[in-house]
């Protein structure tokens, strides 16, 4: 029976006798279903820890799956805000439960870049010239705030 859970992605649910009466025969078997007990995540460096928990969470009343951590921490790693990602998963106090350890390595949060183009018309003047700035997370929530400024030089004069 573990090994069913185990092949379908359940690595902390399983099976295990729980009582066996020799008189009868009868063996108690007591299925165990994993679950996550706590995520300690460090690096933040201001991240909202609860941003990266919520993201990592898988459904709160079905058993730990493996998979569906995976395919959740695949999804973050793909976030603007973070560089890089490691985790592991390390046994709780009792069967069944697992603390998800992770380190985040967060990734600039702002940026700024210039330009030089010839893209308008030349009544208003074909080269134009420009910045831009954004910072990300100011809140916390994932948030992006950016600003472009742009001129030509026919629409300076």
């Not at 919520?54 to 998979?67: V, Y």
């Amino acid at each position: 029976i573990t090994q069913v859970y185990i092949d379908q992605g359940y690595i902390n649910s399983g099976a295990r006798i729980d009582a066996y009466d020799p008189a009868t025969g009868l063996v108690s078997i007591k299925i165990v279903e994993g679950k996550i007990t706590d995520f300690v995540i460090r690096g933040l460096e201001g991240l909202n820890a609860d941003y990266i928990r919520s993201r990592l969470e898988t459904a709160p009343d079905e058993p730990f799956n493996i998979q569906q951590l995976q395919a959740n921490f695949q999804l973050l790693l793909n976030d603007p805000l973070l560089e890089g990602m490691k985790g592991k998963i390390r046994p709780g106090d009792e069967p069944g439960e697992a603390i998800i350890d992770v380190e985040v390595q967060r990734a600039k949060p702002y940026g700024l870049t210039t330009f030089v183009d010839n893209y308008r018309p030349p009544t208003i003047g074909a080269i134009g010239a420009g910045g831009s700035g954004w910072v990300r997370n100011m809140t916390g929530l994932g948030d992006v705030f950016q600003m472009t400024i742009s001129g030509s030089g026919g629409s300076m004069r």
